[in-house]
């Protein structure tokens, strides 16, 4: 273990750490543009020089390794004059557009020049000029101000693995580009917004909206897909101007999605912000709150429980699950179903519907095995998170489903189930990595689960699991990757079908056949409205989505960003967003219009704070109390299946079109311009991406 001074204290390190990480362990600030975390050191920005003594010059502490009996000086006059020069350099060709910059007032070059640099310069040439690239509807450029970091250019490769943005030219010509002029396609490309240490990279939808010192800041969770990404919401009034990552190292770490990112702008298009009544004419009417719940309660009332059906969709909170599981079993109804796509998933064990091993825990992992997933579309995050392990080198990746481009190696092992029998069987070599590995893993996506022989497919599975090590005393790597955020937390409250109860596609059928006569649809868009009959329908949302369109009443919700909320992401951790805006017009916490209707029907539900509502939650399940605790589910309470023939068709991510899969990127206007930059569409039967 090296032990050196620095600024006078004495220190030992790991063998490895950098003089930079170093001086971080003592608190002390070293200043730097290109040097980050998460990313393979450059050391071209000069900025972190220190003085080692016994060294000819400064050092750069990103790039220096500490040694032992090295003594350290990082506030010496030769580092200060350093610093002044460095700064004086970068500032020689950067534009003096502080007050028209997007980065104003968040910008490191603004802020390590108050702290670090000259207060004049010496150089009276003209500034050199060049040209803004294009990046797509997302990243908005000045590449005049950029000063050659390279952090983009590193994320995209190592992070993101779409290698497309590069230097070129030498010297004093060196331009950042993407080569060849057209939107990134990845997925995560909204990231390089928040690397960017000057504005050369700036948010584009957002652009010349508000300056940071105007924004409240609340911190929150994405419902974009079931990975969970803490984020920070950023308001002004009562309107979401943008979206930034958290830090949260087990689930996102510092990364975001590009829609959840950037969807925020469909936050205040196409809602529902009051009650709506169809008329005699076949036409939605607004109407007043006492009248729209009067006209579902006398609906509910005219029609016997065993005739009444809800479905719950992605986007909905465990304390309104809660509300509408307490009044259904109130009214004696055993139809209710949170899997709005029809996926099979015993909610009787929980260790068969979760990610067992925990996201973190792909870094484990070092064999693995992705069944009917393409998590680049479907988690993006979660999919840089196996990238990473597998640019380590120790992590081999194979594939059963349509083959499709990820950011990584693997092996195409199969389409379909005879796949999966294969390895289970040891028939295919991946097989043999399996059982070599010390801690293999299966991801299993919901196009293997969602296609009506879910239970087959999950029975081939199981023995896979078994014949293959997946699950051992001290590792259990069968994973679950849900696209939806309030799939788990449903499956966690038990909002599956009782006992004869049906299905959510069982009730649309049934609605269509008139064997139900009233379906009610919690935020359900994902079904087909087409297919319901004469069903007496009840819309409770916060889009005039689908499922609004084809309503026979309409409540109006709230979105995600306007309540205090639980959610409970892939993984199993249960997570809470906090109100940053509130709802338009007369809409409300979906746990409290149920509460309302209950009243309305005869059935009122037990409470009437949200603090009850979440006391009522975890008495259903403690799990859901636990905020932020990934609790390890027993394995042993699986129910391993066997026996059925399940279909031949090749496994399909549910995802086609990443930029818009729910309510909110639906409407959002810079979703619609990323499809169209990418030639995406509604009717495109692509599992894979260009982007």
């Known amino acids: ?172 010509e060196t331009e950042i580009t993407p080569y060849i002029e057209k939107g990134l396609t990845s997925e995560l490309s909204g990231n390089i917004i928040d690397l960017c240490p000057v504005g050369a990279l700036t948010n584009k939808p957002y652009a010349f909206q508000a300056r940071p010192w105007e924004l409240a800041k609340t911190p929150s969770i994405d419902v974009h897909d079931a990975v969970g990404s803490n984020v920070r919401v950023d308001s002004r009034g009562d309107r979401v101007l943008r979206i930034l990552p958290r830090e949260h190292e087990d689930v996102n770490e510092e990364w975001l999605s590009d829609k959840s990112r950037f969807a925020c702008d469909g936050l205040a298009r196409q809602r529902i912000d009051t009650p709506y009544i169809r008329g005699n004419d076949g036409r939605l009417h607004p109407a007043r709150w006492d009248d729209a719940l009067r006209a579902v309660a006398d609906a509910m009332t005219d029609v016997p429980a065993a005739e009444m059906g809800a479905i719950v969709g992605d986007l909905v909170d465990c304390e309104a699950m809660t509300a509408l599981l307490d009044l259904w079993r109130g009214l004696g109804s055993p139809h209710i179903d949170c899997r709005q796509d029809g996926a099979y998933l015993d909610a009787s064990a929980r260790a068969g519907y979760v990610f067992n091993s925990t996201i973190a825990g792909i870094e484990d992992a070092d064999a693995l095995l992705i069944v009917g997933s393409n998590p680049r579309l479907e988690a993006p995050v979660l999919n840089a998170r196996i990238r990473k392990r597998w640019r380590t080198g120790r992590l081999s ?218 006391h009522r939650m975890t008495r259903i399940n403690p799990v859901l109390g636990r905020v932020d605790e990934v609790v390890p589910a027993d394995w042993s309470a699986v129910t391993k299946l066997r026996g059925k023939t399940p279909r031949k068709a090749p496994f399909e991510s549910p995802v086609r079109v990443f930029y818009q899969t729910d309510a909110i990127s639906r409407v959002s206007p810079t979703m619609a311009a990323c499809v169209r930059e990418h030639g995406l569409g509604d009717d495109d039967r692509k599992a894979g991406s260009d982007g």
Request: aromatic share 6%; charged share 25%.
């Open 1 to 172: 273990m090296p032990t050196l001074t620095i600024d006078g204290t004495e220190i030992e390190v790991a063998p490895g750490t950098t003089l930079l990480q170093a001086c971080e362990q003592l608190g002390i600030e070293i200043p730097r543009f290109c040097y980050h975390e998460r990313l393979n050191i450059a050391g071209n920005c000069r900025m972190c020089l220190v003085e080692v003594e016994k060294a000819p010059k400064p050092m750069p502490s990103c790039a220096a390794v500490a040694g032992d009996n090295m003594v350290v000086h990082t506030d010496s006059e030769s580092v200060r004059r350093a610093r002044r020069a460095i700064l004086e350099f970068l500032l020689i060709n950067h534009p003096l557009d502080c007050p028209i910059c997007d980065q104003g007032g968040e910008c490191d070059l603004q802020d390590q020049t108050v702290a670090y640099g000259p207060d004049r310069s010496r150089f009276n040439e003209e500034k050199r000029a060049v040209a803004d690239k294009y990046l797509g509807p997302l990243i908005d450029t000045s590449m005049t101000r950029c000063i050659q970091c390279t952090r983009c250019v590193r994320f995209m490769h190592e992070v993101a693995g779409v290698p497309e943005l590069g230097a070129a030219w030498r010297g004093e």
């Open 397 to 614: 990746v194979g594939v059963i489903g349509q083959a499709a481009p990820l950011t990584y190696d693997y092996t195409h092992v199969g389409e379909g189930t005879r796949a999966i029998s294969d390895v289970a069987k040891g028939d295919n070599a991946f097989a043999k990595v399996l059982k070599n590995a010390e801690r293999p893993m299966v991801i299993v996506g919901m196009g293997a689960l969602d296609r009506g022989d879910g239970d087959s497919v999950t029975g081939h599975l199981h023995r896979l699991v078994e014949n293959c090590g997946i699950v051992r005393d001290d590792w259990n790597g069968f994973n679950v990757l849900h696209t939806a955020a309030a799939r788990v937390g449903g499956l966690d409250l038990g909002l599956v079908p009782e006992d004869k109860g049906l299905s959510a596609p069982a009730m649309q059928a049934a609605a269509g056949k008139g064997t139900l006569k009233l379906l009610y649809l919690l935020g359900a868009d994902e079904v087909d409205t087409t297919a319901l009959g004469d069903a007496f329908v009840v819309y409770q949302g916060h889009h005039g989505d689908a499922g609004a369109a084809r309503a026979d009443v309409v409540l109006p919700g709230a979105a995600y960003t306007e309540k205090d909320a639980t959610y409970v992401n892939t993984e199993g951790r249960p997570q809470r967003t906090q109100r940053a805006v509130c709802p338009p017009g007369e809409a409300r916490p979906d746990w409290a219009i149920l509460r309302a209707l209950s009243a309305r029907v005869g059935h009122t539900l037990p409470y009437d704070t949200l603090e009850d509502v979440r």
